[in-house]
């Protein structure tokens, strides 16, 4: 079945930029979103189609497109923002989601 | 505000069938072009997408457990649910409802999960 993939740690300081990215085949063709989610949480929509943001999330998280790989990029990270972060998209034909593995965002 | 519940039995037997509930309120689940999701998450492990129900009930899901999995939905009590049968140990997971948009806005909706584990 179809997989998307992320790396599973990604470390910065404070004030740094953290990018995560995820890869999948079908990522020209599908949207991709991201979710946040911090221990004892439900995951949190930080990023939706590719690179729009939904209201409320702060201005420093970001997302891009480029072939089969999107990227979440964060801005001036803060100790707030440490977490783990999901990708997820869909098939090809769009018949099921699926979930990127997750990456843990540590600041140091 | 939309919001989401989960509710079931915490604890299932080995070969038994799960049965999840996610109540919804602040809106109703017949109205708008919305998906209605599963979600599933182990203990230390990743999200798993399970499957989702249209408003029109048309349904999906995740092909590794398809044989297994039936989501409907009871406009009536604005609630959706999930079934998963034989269940094995590795279901033992915590269980997520959530609303999805037909237009492309993403899971923006969660309820807070529900433990169920998979135990004699």
């Known amino acids: 079945s179809y997989e998307l993939t992320q790396p599973p740690s990604v470390s910065v300081s404070p004030g740094q930029t953290a990018r995560i990215t995820c890869s999948g085949d079908?990522?020209?063709?599908?949207?991709a979103y991201w979710y946040q989610q911090k221990p004892g949480q439900a995951p949190v929509l930080v990023i939706y189609?590719?690179?729009e943001r939904p209201s409320g999330i702060p201005e420093r998280f970001s997302g891009s497109s480029s072939g089969t790989t999107v990227t979440l990029t964060i801005s001036g990270v803060q100790a707030e923002d440490e977490a783990d972060y999901y990708c997820?998209?869909?098939?090809?034909?769009?018949?099921?989601?699926?979930f990127g593995g997750g990456t843990k965002l540590t600041v140091l | 505000q939309v919001q989401l519940q989960e509710s079931g039995p915490g604890l299932v037997k080995p070969s038994q069938t799960l049965s999840l509930t996610c109540t919804v309120s602040?809106?109703?689940?017949?109205?708008?072009?919305?998906?209605w999701s599963w979600i599933r998450q182990p203990a230390g492990k990743g999200l798993e997408w399970i499957g989702r129900?249209?408003?029109?009930?048309?349904?999906n899901y995740n092909p590794s457990l398809k044989s297994r999995v039936t989501i409907s939905v009871d406009t009536s009590k604005n609630q959706f649910s999930l079934k998963l049968s034989s269940v094995t140990a590795a279901d033992t997971a915590v269980y997520y409802c959530?609303?999805?948009?037909?237009?492309?806005?993403?899971?923006?909706?969660w309820g807070q999960g529900t433990l169920v584990t998979v135990s004699s």
């Open positions: 997820q998209s869909a098939d090809s034909s769009g018949t099921y989601g699926v």
């Open positions: 959530a609303r999805d948009s037909s237009h492309g806005e993403g899971l923006n909706y």
């Open positions: 079908a990522l020209p063709k599908q949207y």
């Open positions: 602040g809106g109703s689940i017949s109205s708008g072009s919305y998906y």
């Open positions: 129900i249209y408003t029109s009930g048309s349904t």
């Open positions: 189609k590719d690179s």
